[in-house]
């Protein structure tokens, strides 16, 4: 049986291929010794050049792709909060010149303590960004230190107090659990630290140990030094009695948030709404057939040579077939605590894709991975746990 391409584009207009954007800024203070992302130290005439090739990439993807008025901003990197407010601003005029926003857009920054003050953030907050997302990591100067990052625990405090004093719809931090010598006990005093601030939304990351890094380089994924999978999952499983506990909702994976906080934009990627990444490394999907993914270079002389020159610089891009699309919305779909709605899918893929998949629920049901909640299906909070090995039976 033949798929026909679908109206998959939750879009308002039939042809419009996203309604979200995200902006990478690659540039840091300094290079944190876990990070793998597509990031290194600049000067502020890089951070202006960027902006710059950022304008004119919007300007060619305008041109050539069709996007609606746009439902979320995402400035991530690197560390946007490097920029200034008049940059970002001018960034954000053109989205709305170009796409136009929707009334109630959010649009988040990625900042960093140590990199923001009072007066920055309130003219942040001016220059349209009403979401900030604090890069805080640990509450605790020896794990920062360990971490390589270029902030104490009192700039993140320092950070959190100047974000809420300027009035942000909504704070949120990020911390990495499973460090180098963490207990559980330790794990759970960052916790409350973190509580103490009530901040709107938490992203809680396990650390990760990524090659090409010093992190890689210092510690294999079994050290002793790190904690064990039974202290991992100790963690996690603290993390969320915890955070639930003081009314958070645990909505994705490594994501809580108070009622009305959950990240707009970080939602859509789990909802495979089409979004446009534009900077070097940023990734897009567009509602183009059953999806377009396209990637541009993770390479800021590349990127930024193939803008000077009036080209759009997706170094790859693969149309999905109704498969591969499908399995993305399962396990995409499966990082959220709704989980998917089997119905929906079988509806919009057939039954020919959809059968192989269910064959795959039943045997995750039996191990206790997934369960039915509602009419949908969802991980159990130990397949949050071992959520890989769950998707893996989904590719
Ligand atoms: S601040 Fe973030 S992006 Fe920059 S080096 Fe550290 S972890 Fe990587």
């Known amino acids: 049986m033949r798929s026909e391409p679908p109206a998959l584009c939750r879009a308002d207009s039939p042809s419009s291929l996203f309604s979200r954007l995200y902006l990478h800024i690659p540039w840091c203070l300094r290079k944190c010794d876990y990070c793998a992302f597509f990031s290194a130290t600049g000067t502020t005439a890089r951070y202006e050049e960027t902006v710059n090739l950022l304008l004119r990439e919007m300007e060619l993807a305008a041109a050539r792709y069709t996007g609606e008025r746009l439902a979320s901003i995402y400035l991530g990197g690197g560390t946007p909060s490097l920029l200034t407010p008049k940059q970002v601003n001018r960034l954000l005029e053109r989205s709305q010149q170009l796409w136009g926003h929707q009334h109630d857009i959010e649009i988040t920054l990625e900042a960093n303590p140590g990199t923001v003050t009072d007066r920055l953030l309130s003219d942040f907050k001016q220059a349209g960004v009403n979401r900030i997302s604090l890069g805080i990591q640990s509450f605790e100067d020896r794990a920062l230190a360990v971490l390589g990052r270029a902030h104490s625990a009192q700039d993140a405090r320092e950070a959190y107090a100047a974000a809420r004093e300027a009035s942000f719809r909504s704070i949120g931090l990020d911390l990495i659990c499973g460090l180098p010598g963490q207990s559980c006990v330790d794990w ?10 009530s901040p709107d939304h938490l992203s809680i990351y396990g650390l990760s140990i990524e090659e090409g890094t010093p992190f890689g380089r210092r510690y294999q994924a079994d050290s002793p030094e790190l904690p064990d999978d039974d202290q991992q999952a100790e963690m996690l499983e603290m993390t969320d009695r915890l955070l639930i506990a003081a009314g958070y909702e645990h909505y994705e994976i490594a994501n809580f948030a108070r009622p009305g906080h959950r990240s707009r934009h970080n939602c859509g990627y789990w909802q495979r709404d089409g979004y446009l990444g534009l900077g070097p490394s940023a990734h897009s999907l567009l509602l183009q057939g059953w999806g377009l993914r396209c990637c541009n270079p993770a390479n800021y002389q590349k990127w930024a040579s193939q803008v000077t020159d009036g080209r759009l610089s997706h170094q790859e891009s693969e149309q999905l077939s109704a498969k591969q699309a499908l399995a993305e919305q399962i396990f995409l779909g499966l990082r959220m605590t709704e989980g998917i709605a089997p119905e929906a899918c ?17 045997e995750l049901f039996a191990l206790g991975l997934l369960e039915r909640r509602r009419g949908r299906i969802a991980l159990t909070r130990r397949g949050m746990m071992l959520a890989n090995q769950v998707f893996v039976r989904f590719i």
């Not at 079988?346 to 039943?362: S, Y």
């Open 346 to 362: 079988l509806r919009q893929f057939g039954t020919a894709l959809w059968a192989p998949h269910e064959r795959a629920i039943d």
């Open 188 to 197: 759970h005093d960052q916790i409350k630290q973190a509580l103490l601030l």
